[in-house]
């Protein structure tokens, strides 16, 4: 059963133009003082939840898989962590779809996490939508909706080098993001998904 399941996700993800599991590579975390903490948090999914991020940030090329097939399954809850290179522009790709309607969301967002920071990814997955968020919780007690992001348009014909969006100039559209008056997250609308500080005699 577990095998059939898998061969049909992957034929899914085929249909939906995403990239094939071989061209999906696993992601190094980098490390050192030039780095962002990143956590990725769901509530529980209505269907299967794909994060990637890309090597090239700019083409959407190259992507490295931070939650997949082998770790997050249907109706499972979302709880990870990792590192972002700090100081540059960082695409990632979220990509949802649920067996039984068969209906897919894609979302690619583009930031620039700063080095030292650390920030949170929220993905909300229904049956009909998705939501991506992203705040800045580097002061937990405070946590910031990051201003410095914008969407990306994603191709509806995947190449065969992994091209899954319009190139664009990133400084430039990440500035104009920066300074516009809303913000593309709603801090009321994730607050479930913050980490709570420990209290007195609770484990960290």
């Keep these: 059963?577990?095998?059939?399941?898998?061969?049909?996700?992957?034929?899914l993800l085929a249909m939906t133009g995403c990239a094939s599991t071989r061209d999906v590579r696993p992601y190094n975390a980098p490390t050192g003082s030039n780095t962002a903490g990143l956590q990725i948090r769901s509530e529980q999914i209505s269907g299967y939840v794909f994060l990637n991020l890309f090597?090239?940030?700019e083409a959407c090329r190259y992507p490295h898989e931070l939650t997949g097939i082998k770790d997050v399954m249907q109706g499972k809850k979302?709880?990870?962590?990792?590192?972002?290179?700090?100081d540059?522009?960082?695409t990632l790709w979220l990509n949802t779809f649920t067996i039984d309607q068969q209906l897919t969301c894609r979302i690619m967002i583009t930031f620039e996490p700063k080095s030292k920071h650390n920030y949170l990814a929220t993905i909300h997955n229904e049956r009909e939508a998705c939501q991506?968020?992203?705040?800045?919780?580097t002061d937990p007690v405070d946590p910031v909706p990051v201003k410095k992001q914008f969407y990306r348009a994603i191709r509806?014909?995947?190449d065969i080098t992994g091209s899954h969006c319009r190139p664009a100039d990133l400084q430039a559209e990440l500035a104009k993001a920066e300074n516009?008056?809303?913000?593309?997250?709603?801090?009321?609308?994730?607050?479930?998904?913050?980490?709570r500080p420990a209290r007195a005699g609770e484990e960290k």
């Excluded at 979302?78 to 700090?86: F, K, P």
């Design 1 to 11: 059963m577990k095998h059939t399941r898998t061969l049909l996700l992957l034929s």
């Design 55 to 57: 090597d090239n940030a």
């Design 78 to 86: 979302i709880n990870a962590s990792t590192t972002l290179r700090g």
């Design 88 to 90: 540059q522009p960082e």
């Design 132 to 137: 991506l968020g992203l705040l800045d919780i």
């Design 156 to 158: 509806s014909v995947v």
């Design 180 to 195: 516009a008056t809303h913000s593309a997250t709603s801090l009321d609308d994730l607050r479930a998904l913050l980490p």
